[in-house]
């Protein structure tokens, strides 16, 4: 009986280590994982339906760009954009897709475009870019967040 009392009081000197440690503070430790998070990334990009199938994640956001450009320029063609302003080939129009899946758009101009009538452009811009196809907002860690992005649209002169 002496040796199960000194084996039990051995084990309870020998395991006095697991009960001193210090319990990590909460905004230490999410502090470092904050800083962990690469803010730049997204986990999966924004999407349409058609680009939905596509498993790899380089092809996927590929597929989404061009599907939009190819829309953009589509609804752009029809209007007079191109008649009105024969010298301008490409617009830079910056896309925000939020993460209740709604839209924005905006041309971007070079800071030197005196040439343009921006303002006009930029209505001709909103009230052509209507009525676009359903899109999946960019996902990072489960969640939907904004993402911002710069398509070069081609104005085809027809």
Known sequence: M????F???LIFTASCQYFDKQVPDEKELLQKELKSINW???DEYPSVTNCDQISDKKLRQQCFFETMAQLIQ???NIDTLSILYPELDTIEVKVTV???ATMQFEPQFPKDSVAYDTIK???ILHSRLLDFPKVNPAIKRGIPVKTQFILPVIIKSE
């Open 2 to 5: 002496k040796q199960f009392y």
């Open 7 to 9: 084996f039990i009081l």
């Open 40 to 42: 730049k990334e997204v």
């Open 74 to 76: 589509e609804k752009l």
């Open 98 to 100: 939020f993460p209740n």
């Open 121 to 123: 452009i930029d209505s």
